[in-house]
């Protein structure tokens, strides 16, 4: 794979406020998810998974 140089991608970064909002979200999820059954909290981080693997090249050339 040829080497690119050059800004491939621009994104905002988050403020502070998102970062309270991502963090309110964690804390108020936590209780359902450490309820839930581990082979079914493993099956979501599989699912998550299974499309990073699959652009694996992909997400490496764009980091």
Not at 2 to 9: A, D, T
């Amino acid at each position: 794979m040829p080497i690119v140089s050059g800004v491939q991608r621009k994104l905002d970064l988050g403020d502070a406020t998102a970062m309270q909002k991502a963090i309110d979200a964690v804390w108020a999820a936590q209780p359902e998810w450490a309820a839930t059954n581990p082979q079914k909290r493993a099956r979501v981080f599989f699912k998550f998974k299974e499309p990073v693997e699959v652009s694996m090249d992909e997400l490496v050339h764009t980091l």
